[in-house]
């Protein structure tokens, strides 16, 4: 896997094996550094676990390990760990119900999860309405994972979900795309140069040639 962010790029090796570098926070080497060549993070990092996901933002990481062990490491609001060493940190599994997480998304300031039920997490910067859970005051956010209700996108769950800066889009079961955050810029698909401050549907087989998402 190759991931890449504004400042920073990550590999994860066929074996689970980690290497970042750039110039930014959340590159898991315990301070903001610029390296120009990928740096290994020893596996004990992560208690020796591969890992088979990443994905990074702005200034932060997310991490899922083969047990579905959640870790992220970067700016102490964004990261739902509370640290601020930019060291990655395992995120307690009681803040998921103790669901297992199968799939993870980072903006720039915030990053979302789901679990093998479908259901979808979210947490850090919320002030364009990214997280899935409704506008909140400007510079608020969440400091750890929080529940999307399903009810937020129809009672249907969610089976994918990807993030760039500060937006959302989401792919539920029944195959429809769900957008939500910054768009002032017309790039969310709705039609409209606004922000989506709560998840709007952007359509089904409806939209997309009489096939879903």
């Known amino acids: 896997m190759l991931v890449s962010s504004s400042f ?23 301070r903001r550094v610029t390296d120009k060549a990928p740096v290994y993070i020893d596996e004990q990092t992560f208690e020796g676990l591969p890992i088979i996901m990443m994905a990074c933002g702005f200034s932060s990481s997310i991490t899922l390990t083969e047990r579905r062990g959640v870790w992220t490491c970067g700016k102490r609001q964004y990261v739902g760990t509370y640290a601020d060493d930019d060291l990655y940190h395992c995120i307690p599994a009681q803040h998921f119900h103790d669901k297992k997480i ?79 955050g910054f768009g002032i810029y017309g790039h969310m698909g709705t039609g409209i140069h606004e ?17 879903e998402v």
Not at 119 to 137: K, S, T, V
Not at 195 to 211: K, Q
């Open 8 to 30: 920073s790029d990550v590999v994860v090796t066929k074996h689970g094996s980690l290497f970042t570098w750039g110039t930014q926070w959340g590159l898991g080497h315990g």
């Open 102 to 180: 199968i799939l993870a998304a980072s903006g720039d300031h915030h990053m979302l999860a789901t679990d093998t039920e479908g259901m979808l997490w979210a947490w850090g910067d919320n002030c364009y309405g990214q997280l899935c859970c409704g506008a909140l005051d400007e510079g608020e956010g969440e400091t750890q994972p929080v529940l999307v209700p399903p009810a937020t996108f129809g009672g249907s769950k969610v089976v994918y979900v990807a993030a760039c800066s500060d937006s959302t889009m989401v792919v539920t079961a029944d195959g429809v795309l769900w957008v939500c």
């Open 195 to 211: 922000n989506a401050l709560i998840p709007t549907r952007v359509g089904g087989s409806d939209l997309f040639g009489g096939e």
